[in-house]
């Protein structure tokens, strides 16, 4: 920051207080303004500090940037600073990746549909594993359950990869999918969403957070209640239809492609 000289740092998230606050008295000194993203108005660890810490950052900031209402509507209350909200967009990064040579997934059965479920997936992880494991062992006909990611289980008729994924390798797997089950118990939101929307995978999500702003029910996704039972999973994914996921892939792909440019004129107007 000292020798660039930078009109704008963008401090993303509240992870590592000392360094963030260091970052802070820096910008200050040099005439820099900071824009902090708040991805979640919780904290996550030990180590990431005090709910006063986050408030007096979130307050120092001179622009406070949040990817969902939910967590906007958080920080007003908590520090009566109004964030501007950009939503998340398409991973770029991830979908820049150099994929593998060969499928990592065997190729699906004719007539077969394969649905999927990633991310960190240990027990504590709140991502509602335990719910697609169940729809996994009802074996629902013309579906193949696949799970990817570190603690990824094993269940008798479902493909497992276990362990971090590199960007390539997660982007072939996921895209060869026609949907992500995603029956989160909390999120603030989800990177996986926009990942599956702009691969043309149809995300089904819990009412959870702010999950049910980035998917249009019936167009981008499909939004469960946060109560559903597995037979309710099992009943949407019964009556699923080609057809229709198609359609909602053309048009998740193109939706996608517009959320992207919105998001970055949207950026530049507060990093400017």
Request: glycine letters at 8%; hydrophobic letters at 40%.
């Given at each position: 920051?000292k020798?660039f000289e930078p ?14 606050e ?11 303004r900071i824009?902090m ?7 996550h660890?030990l180590?990431?500090?005090?709910h ?6 979130i307050r ?12 906007a509507?958080e920080v007003?209350r908590?520090?009566g ?7 998340l967009?398409p991973?770029?990064g991830v979908?820049a ?7 990592v997934l065997?190729?699906?059965?004719p007539?077969?549909l394969r649905a999927v479920?990633l ?19 009802r074996?629902?006909v013309g579906?193949?359950?696949?799970f990817?990611?570190?603690?990824a289980?094993i269940?008798e ?9 590199d ?7 996921v ?5 992500a089950l995603?029956?989160?118990r909390?999120?603030?939101?989800s990177?996986?969403?926009p990942?599956?929307q702009a691969l ?9 957070g ?5 998917v249009?029910?019936?167009r981008?996704g ?15 994914l019964r009556n699923?239809?080609?057809k229709?996921l198609d359609?909602m892939?053309t048009?998740m792909?193109?939706?996608?492609d517009?959320?992207?440019?919105e ?5 530049l107007l507060?990093?400017?």
């Amino acid at each position: 920051i000292k020798d660039f000289e930078p009109r704008t740092v963008v401090v993303q998230n509240y992870l590592i207080p000392a360094v963030e606050e260091l970052v802070y008295r820096t910008a200050r000194s040099s005439g820099t303004r900071i824009v902090m993203v708040v991805h979640d108005h919780r904290h996550h660890t030990l180590l990431s500090g005090t709910h006063l810490g986050l408030k007096n950052q979130i307050r120092s900031a001179d622009a406070v940037v949040c990817h969902s209402r939910f967590v906007a509507r958080e920080v007003l209350r908590s520090t009566g600073r109004k964030p501007t909200i950009i939503p998340l967009p398409p991973p770029l990064g991830v979908l820049a990746a150099r994929q593998p040579y060969g499928s990592v997934l065997p190729e699906l059965e004719p007539g077969k549909l394969r649905a999927v479920h990633l991310g960190v997936l240990s027990r504590r992880s709140g991502k509602g594993t335990d719910v697609v494991v169940e729809i996994a062992k009802r074996k629902p006909v013309g579906l193949e359950m696949v799970f990817l990611g570190s603690g990824a289980p094993i269940v008798e008729g479902a493909i497992t990869i276990d362990g971090f994924l590199d960007a390539g390798v997660l982007t072939q797997a996921v895209s060869s999918a026609s949907l992500a089950l995603l029956p989160y118990r909390f999120a603030s939101q989800s990177g996986v969403i926009p990942l599956c929307q702009a691969l043309g995978v149809v995300p089904v999500v819990t009412n959870v957070g702010g999950l049910s702003e980035q998917v249009d029910h019936g167009r981008t996704g499909f939004i469960m209640s946060e109560n559903s039972t597995t037979d309710d999973w099992l009943s949407l994914l019964r009556n699923l239809n080609v057809k229709t996921l198609d359609e909602m892939t053309t048009y998740m792909m193109e939706d996608s492609d517009r959320r992207l440019a919105e998001f970055g004129e949207q950026s530049l107007l507060v990093v400017n």
